[in-house]
């Protein structure tokens, strides 16, 4: 085998997926077709999520400065995601490649073999082992072979279409531009701003002189480009619906986008999985795409790890079809309705005004800035009554014997983790069997409000993704039966 896993497509998803996998010591090779890195903006900024995420491999400090802001929207209307419990705010102007930069250094220096200027031809899936026909830099043919391969390679997804995989949805109804500009002064429309003739947004890129604008022109039909729009159409659609005159501007990058929907029927399919774009197309509502394929990659990297390693069985991958389909069902769910209410005409300004209406009470903006943000994510891991169950694990600030610590610098490895709270000594001998997959660490909390569920807890389970897989009290099953669920039979039982 020339690696442990094939990674198709060295975006944000492909490059965090690579990062995940090395942290674990597996061996991944990651191919692209392009033979270097574009350098243009695409998708900007983080969630709040992503930003947790970012956190929890200690990646947040190789950004920089970041803008960071609460305030967002949901279709057009403002939300205030201030009412969101995290320590994190989302991240506004961070263009993609800056991100790309980011996430490939970070994995390069983990070990990732990242293979640029080679482009995935085909693949085969042989049962016990996959085979990818690669076309290398000079035209040449390359055969690779790994036990896993994973489709990291956008909208358009070779691997998608070489598998099989099913993509049901809606095609998309109308196009939108997208361009990246200077020399022109605009007013912000940070959440856009709707008029008879169609939508505009625009808001300044960092301090760079450069302003990020997005045309919807409503009754634009779509159109199958083979190359991106120039900017005169740009400009000509911004003035017929706003009235102002752009043309004069420099643009540095124009694309076209739609609001095409859709949802792969399964994340897996034998050895060959998806994530990212591969798996779920749709409109780029409040920059969820990206932020949701390097969260499809955390939730991915370390199970197909565990699997590799043979610490955990094949089925545990099955968890990441069942846990992320579900993430992309609400994914495609929301993005739809923010685009009835954002790009639609005077007929649907009824129903802005009802919800505009319900986005005053606090209870709404939660979970509308929870489904924006990914903080609502919630996944099965069995039954019980904390609150926190299958959520993400909050910051929680905790006094060690010997130093302070978080809950979010004790992920920074990418391993399980197993909180003490209460010196448990009967806890810690439990867990005995796993010390090898999962960090036993018993602090004491700091700084924590009396009324917070943290307050209440003797015990946390982590998985490396950072969700919480089991808590004590509130779990109704045992602690040995969640870390086997989780991470695979004990190294005693093994023994």
């Given at each position: 085998m020339d690696a442990s896993v094939i990674v198709a497509g060295a975006g944000p998803t492909g490059l965090m997926l690579a990062g995940e996998l090395r942290l674990a010591g597996v061996d991944v090779i990651v191919l692209?077709?392009?033979a270097e890195r574009t350098g243009e903006s695409r998708g900007l900024g983080f969630t709040t999520r992503t930003m947790e995420v970012f956190d929890q491999r200690g990646l947040l400090h190789r950004l920089g400065d970041m803008g960071t802001s609460n305030a967002g929207h949901f279709g057009g209307l403002p939300v205030d995601f201030g009412v969101l419990d995290s320590v994190h705010?989302?991240?506004?102007?961070?263009?993609?490649?800056?991100?790309?930069?980011?996430?490939?250094?970070?994995?390069?220096?983990?070990?990732?073999?990242?293979?640029?200027?080679?482009?995935?031809?085909?693949?085969?899936?042989?049962?016990?082992h996959v085979?990818?026909?690669?076309?290398?830099?000079?035209?040449?043919?390359?055969?690779?072979?790994?036990?896993?391969?994973?489709?990291?390679?956008?909208?358009?997804?070779?691997?998608?279409?070489?598998?099989?995989?099913?993509?049901?949805?809606?095609a998309a109804t109308m196009e939108m531009y997208l361009a990246d500009i200077k020399?022109?002064?605009?007013?912000?429309?940070?959440?856009?701003?709707?008029?008879?003739?169609?939508?505009?947004?625009?808001?300044?890129?960092?301090?760079?002189?450069?302003?990020?604008?997005?045309?919807?022109?409503?009754?634009?039909?779509?159109?199958?480009?083979?190359?991106?729009?120039?900017?005169?159409?740009?400009?000509?659609?911004w003035q017929r619906i706003t009235g102002?005159?752009?043309?004069?501007?420099?643009?540095?990058?124009?694309?076209?986008?739609?609001?095409?929907?859709?949802?792969?029927?399964?994340?897996?399919?034998?050895?060959?999985?998806?994530?990212?774009?591969?798996?779920?197309?749709?409109?780029?509502?409040?920059?969820?795409?990206?932020?949701?394929?390097?969260?499809?990659?955390?939730?991915?990297?370390?199970?197909?790890?565990?699997?590799?390693?043979?610490?955990?069985?094949?089925?545990?991958?099955?968890?990441?079809?069942?846990e992320r389909h579900a993430v992309g069902e609400r994914l495609m769910?929301?993005?739809?309705?923010?685009?009835?209410?954002?790009?639609?005409g005077a007929e649907v300004q009824p129903l802005r005004d009802v919800l505009a209406e319900l986005i005053r009470y606090e209870e709404v903006s939660r979970h509308l800035a929870g489904m924006v943000s990914g903080l609502e994510i919630r996944y099965d891991v069995g039954p019980g009554s904390h609150p926190l169950l299958g959520l993400r694990m909050p910051h929680l600030e905790l006094v060690g014997e010997r130093r302070k610590t978080s809950s979010t610098k004790l992920l920074h490895a990418g391993r399980g983790l197993l909180l003490d709270l209460e010196d448990n000594a009967v806890l810690r001998e439990r867990a005995v069997g796993w010390l090898d997959r999962?960090?036993?660490?018993?602090?004491?909390?700091?700084?924590?409000p009396a009324d917070s569920p943290l307050s209440r807890t003797s015990a946390f389970l982590v998985r490396p993704d950072g969700h919480v897989a089991w808590a004590a009290p509130g779990s109704h099953h045992a602690?040995?039966?969640?870390?086997e669920r989780w991470f695979g039979p004990s190294r005693i039982q093994q023994s």
């Open positions: 692209d077709r392009l705010q989302a991240a506004k102007t961070v263009p993609q490649s800056d991100t790309e930069t980011m996430l490939e250094g970070w994995a390069r220096e983990l070990g990732a073999d990242i293979r640029r200027g080679h482009e995935l031809v085909t693949l085969h899936d042989h049962g016990d085979e990818a026909e690669v076309r290398g830099p000079e035209d040449e043919k390359i055969r690779l072979t790994a036990p896993y391969l994973v489709g990291c390679d956008g909208g358009r997804s070779t691997v998608r279409k070489a598998v099989g995989f099913e993509f049901p949805g809606t020399g022109v002064d605009l007013k912000p429309r940070l959440i856009g701003e709707t008029h008879p003739g169609g939508m505009v947004m625009s808001g300044p890129l960092g301090d760079r002189g450069i302003t990020r604008i997005i045309v919807c022109e409503r009754g634009t039909p779509p159109r199958r480009r083979t190359e991106p729009p120039s900017y005169a159409e740009v400009a000509a659609a102002i005159d752009i043309s004069h501007a420099e643009h540095e990058w124009v694309s076209a986008f739609g609001d095409a929907t859709r949802l792969v029927t399964e994340y897996r399919r034998g050895r060959v999985l998806l994530a990212g774009d591969a798996a779920h197309i749709h409109l780029p509502a409040g920059g969820q795409g990206m932020n949701t394929g390097i969260q499809d990659a955390v939730n991915l990297g370390w199970k197909l790890a565990a699997v590799l390693r043979g610490t955990a069985s094949e089925s545990l991958l099955d968890s990441y079809d069942s769910m929301n993005t739809k309705a923010q685009g009835l209410l954002f790009l639609s999962v960090d036993l660490v018993t602090a004491v909390p700091h700084g924590v602690l040995p039966m969640a870390l």
